[in-house]
């Protein structure tokens, strides 16, 4: 059994509107699985869903995290138990810095492991690591001192979110146009960094529109997400594919890409 | 002193219940006790301290920057100040930090030069009260050119039933000086309604500065009804950090007089109405001179249904040119049984001034408590912290230990209202 597994997964925004029309997909620790799609084919919807976002609910099939049916957890209990959602477009938090957060952010996780005992991180432990990840990530010093994502560029919100990503060591990530936004150097340091990331504890969901990600980040899968369903699967070669021909073979009739 | 304590009496009871403000109806001026006495004499040390007192503190849970400056804490236990004694090298600077009873007694001259001539017995009726039956409180002279490293600080508190607490506090900053003094309050809970009503008066000489920090948390039946007032002369600076908490009413308005050209004068102030809270706060700021300047920035929270609000004063007299003066006033309104309110009263009378005025509400997002959510917050430490993200400009410029204080205080006060 896979660590993420989706069942006929169906997702509706509140006014009952079906986004996520019937996804099946396997995610496990060491493998890297890309989702690529049209825009508006649903893609951030599901990653929402996954997560617990209120808004998006799922209202079919089912979503089970490590055999348990998420849909009983909240967004907290996700984390916790190893779910990580990249964002698409991150919020900003004024006046908390990212090391404050990202110190709750690691306590609260420790906490829920440790059976609900308060067990934080030792602070010399936490700056090293929190200065080898941004190290690591090019991120300049200076941004661990800023208030969470409040007036960041762009390629730094997303940078920001990988070094999440990196600190919490989730299980499952989802990363939702991760790739969007940086530019060419900062695309390769984020790429090789989500890579190193996966490994036998830790698989990846990479959303992406683009090849160019994925030459770093080198999927194993590949899976072609348009109006709320996958419609082909395949290796790494399906991403060039559709680098090349578009998602036009795979729209229904008449539709436009 | 009784002179003075018999006209204020007359003066409380001639005037009415401001009409204004909070519901000032609950108060029963009959049934508090004005004046109670722990322990017999002052301890000098901290050894002497009374043990059920200093378990008190203990549970309280006195920071340890508190511990660390014992020697320089005055405290306040049940109206009598029973702790107090300066640091050495304070004394040595000529600097008097003593409880306001001993302050009157030792050192007259310099007391009756100031006391009750910033807030005047006469200000208002709560301040008449005051005046009327004061006791305890800190008495604070800083020499000239002494700039005083470590804040002093005091704690107060309220232990006894329906004890009001009077305290007056007097703090002169003589020319080119510097003091912080920090006054932290909690109280614990009570059957019945309690009142406090402090008069606090600063001088801040040409080019001193002072700064007044206060962190209350009292409990939710106390009412809270305190005059603060400040003069800054020539080139001084005078600062008010005031965070209020608890209560079940409180009306302060820290406030500057601007009195010499180039005074500069900062109010600081969080509100926080919980349910049943109504915490009506803010700042004045009086320009009588020429290029002197302001800043006032508020930010409150309510929450399950408490109330918020900022009222403020600022006042420019007729030749004060070339004063500035910016009020930013934040509301944070934390769902929708909650309330927030916004009283900017403005009176300039002079046409060459620069003032600003900028006032926000919000909301805490979905989309931001859904963010730190992912990351593994429960919901009420992902609202504590936008909270404390908001509150954080003033936060920061609070010593480290009440700063760390300040946001216990805030994830307590979210936790109570999940679910
Ligand atoms: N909260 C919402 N309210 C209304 N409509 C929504 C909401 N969320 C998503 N939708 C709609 O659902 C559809 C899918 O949106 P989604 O953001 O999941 O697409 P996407 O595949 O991530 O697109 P992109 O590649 O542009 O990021 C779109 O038509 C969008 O307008
Ligand atoms: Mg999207």
Redesign the pocket.
Known sequence: MALLELNDLRVS???G?E??KGVDLDVSPGEIHALM????????????ALMGHP??EITGGEALFDGQDVSEMGADKRAQAGLFLAF?YPHAIPGVTVTSFLRSAINAIRKARAGGEDDPVPIPEFRKELLEAMEHLKIPRELAQRYLNDGFSGGEKKRVEILQMAMLKPRIAVL??TDSGLDIDALRIVANGVRELVGPETGALV?T?YQRILNHIKPDFVHV?VD?RIVEEGGPELAHKLEEEGYEAFLPEGAEA | MRKFRLKSLEYFQARPLPAWGGDLTGIDFDNIFYYIRPTEKQASSWEDLPPDIKNTWDKLGIPEAEKKYLAGVGAQYESEVVYHKLKEDLEAQGVLFLDMDSGLREHEELVKEYFGKIIPQNDNKFAALNSAVWSGGSFIYVPPGVKVEMPLQAYFRINAENMGQFERTLIIVDEGAYVHYVEGCTAPVYSSDSLHSAVVEIIVKPGARCRYTTIQNWSNNVYNLVTKRAVAYENATMEWVDANLGSKLTMKYPAIWLMGEGAHGEVLSIAFGGKDQHLDAGGKAVHYAPHTSSIITSKSISKDGGRASYRGLLEVAKGAVGSKSKVVCDALILDEDSRSDTYPYIRIDESNVDIGHEATVSKIGEEQLFYLMSRGLSEAEASAMVVSGFVEPITKELPLEYAVEMNRLIQLQMEGSVG
């Open positions: 925004l509140e006014d509107t986004i996520v799609g049209p825009n508006g084919s649903g893609k951030s919807s599901l990653a929402y808004a998006y698409q939702d146009e959303i529109h997400f709320g």
